[in-house]
């Protein structure tokens, strides 16, 4: 991300970052084992506070001055925003729904993991990956954005390509380590781990041309990267975070990623 180049490019090389810190993440299936749940635990309630964070400072704060200063909405310009991120967070729902129909329609009795493992794990696979569609997006709306307000700048957009990226990193892990603990090899593991954060460039790319080509729609698709952000935390990570016992830690994790983000976006934008 270097100020200066085209939102594009920028968008091209922020979700560059965030697809390698998934595929560092789920590097770490090398040195844990599929035992140190709490290790998973802790990083995805990290997670969660950063992508909460992010949401608002990176993305609902610009929207909603964006909408005010066009004035077509008067009074009601949060209309726009409280728009784009329900239909964000109905995203991510109507995608999650097609998960299981995914999973029941592929699974097979052969070999592997029993059929009840293996369809827990493939609607964890899904669910990240589907979700990192909306996370590529958000950055590259922002980038797409940057200059169009007072707000949306190129540190804000920058640090949310690297909030991100900071928690991709433990949910390549959450891919990795589940798949060696079915019985999958190392490598394998890894593999999967890495590509579900493949879709983040090429949807990082697509927003920002969306958001060059049409200055009008900002407001409601940074609203709706937000609403399918804070959705996929409330639903498929924090969920997940307290499934074993560690919700405590998960939910101190979360706080501490929530600061981390915060001062990023506040102290650096």
Do not use: C, H, M
């Given at each position: 991300m270097i100020a200066g180049l085209g939102p594009v490019l920028q968008a091209g090389l922020g979700t560059a970052l965030t697809w390698a810190l998934t595929a560092a993440g789920s590097a770490l299936v090398f040195v844990f084992s599929s035992g140190q749940r709490r290790i998973l635990d802790g990083s995805l309630g990290f997670a969660a506070g950063v992508m909460l964070a992010a949401s608002y400072w990176s993305l609902l704060a610009p929207a909603i001055e964006m909408a005010e200063e066009s004035g077509a909405f008067g009074a009601f310009s949060f209309f726009?925003?409280?728009?784009?991120?329900?239909?964000?967070?109905?995203?991510?729902?109507?995608?999650?729904?097609?998960?299981p129909e995914l999973v029941s329609g592929n699974s097979s009795a052969g070999a592997g993991p029993p059929l009840s493992s293996w369809r827990r794990i493939m609607l964890m696979i899904l669910a990240i990956t589907i979700h990192n569609i909306p996370e590529g997006l958000a950055v590259g709306v922002g980038f797409g954005a940057v200059g169009k307000s007072p707000s949306a700048t190129f540190q804000s957009?920058?640090?949310?390509?690297?909030?991100?990226?900071?928690?991709?990193?433990?949910?390549?892990?959450?891919?990795?380590?589940?798949?060696?603990?079915?019985?999958?090899?190392?490598?394998?593991?890894?593999?999967?781990?890495?590509l579900s954060g493949m879709v983040e460039p090429l949807a990082g790319v697509l927003g920002a041309l969306a958001v060059v080509l049409a200055r009008p729609l900002l407001p409601y698709a940074l609203g709706f990267a937000a609403g399918a952000m804070v959705y996929v935390v409330m639903d498929d990570i924090i969920p997940e975070a307290h499934t074993s016992g560690n919700g405590k830690l998960a939910s101190w994790a979360s706080v501490l990623g929530f600061v981390v983000m915060m001062s990023l976006d506040v102290g650096l934008g």
């Open positions: 726009p925003v409280a728009a784009g991120f329900a239909l964000g967070a109905a995203f991510v729902y109507g995608a999650d729904l097609l998960i957009a920058r640090n949310l390509a690297i909030g991100i990226g900071i928690q991709n990193f433990p949910e390549g892990l959450a891919v990795s380590l589940p798949l060696r603990g079915a019985g999958f090899s190392t490598w394998k593991a890894f593999w999967f781990g890495q």
